[in-house]
């Protein structure tokens, strides 16, 4: 039980950016710079999102999912747009995106390995690899639909400059992609891996009901 409840709690790493978060909004809203405490409060409560969300449908997140999913937002919301990093580094949003990509090629294969339970006969390596691909590729292109939608309805530049911005995020999803979907194909063929290899582990660890193996 008291294990159980330790691994209910929020990874020690997200209390310094609850922190930092906090303290940027007290900040904002004191030298009247409100749109930082609107990054700043907004960022907190999506970091809460996926621990909220993963106690209501009874899926444990392992600790670096959580966390890299906290410092994404931050990176994304608090530096990307208040801190004007991605004015400041043109890399900033070519690693972000690769980023993001690499994410949704891992969450890809965790939802194939879900729909076919774990059972690794019927989930050959390269069938999950490719649905995890085409998934993380998947989302990059919605977003980059929606970044067309603001900009053309509310006359924002999210795309900066246009179809060469498009196309290269486009070419740096795919490449997270494959990534991504690299460390699922790895993980059912028993490889060690690293890191991504880890994390997928970790899930499905954690997670042992939804792939089949209570």
């Not at 993380?136 to 795309?159: K, P």
């Not at 494959?178 to 194909?185: E, F, H, S, V």
Request: charged share 15%; proline share 3%; aromatic share 14%.
């Amino acid at each position: 039980m008291d294990g159980e409840r330790r691994d209910r709690r929020p990874p020690i790493i997200l209390y310094p950016t609850w922190a930092i978060l906090i303290g940027a909004a007290v900040v904002g809203f004191i030298t009247d710079e409100f749109s930082v405490t609107f990054v700043g409060i907004g960022t907190l409560l999506l970091s809460l999102v996926p621990i909220w969300l993963g106690e209501k449908v009874g899926v444990a997140l392992p600790t670096a999912f959580v966390s890299a999913i906290a410092a994404f937002l931050c990176a994304t919301l608090l530096l990307g747009e208040v801190g004007d990093f991605y004015e400041r580094y043109w890399w900033w949003d070519v690693v972000l995106h690769g980023g993001s990509a690499v994410g949704f090629g891992l969450a890809g294969t965790l939802l194939m390995l879900m729909l076919v339970r774990g059972n690794r006969l019927t989930a050959a390596p390269f069938t999950v690899a490719f649905f995890a691909f085409c998934f993380a590729v998947m989302i990059g292109a919605v977003w980059e639909i929606w970044e067309f939608t603001l900009d053309q309805v509310f006359g924002l530049n999210t795309q900066k400059s246009g179809l060469v911005d498009t196309m290269w995020d486009l070419i740096v999803d795919a490449v997270g992609a494959l990534i991504g979907a690299g460390a699922g194909w790895a993980y059912l063929k028993g490889r060690e891996g690293g890191p991504l290899v880890g994390a997928i582990r970790a899930f499905v660890d954690k997670n042992r009901r939804l792939f089949g193996d209570d």
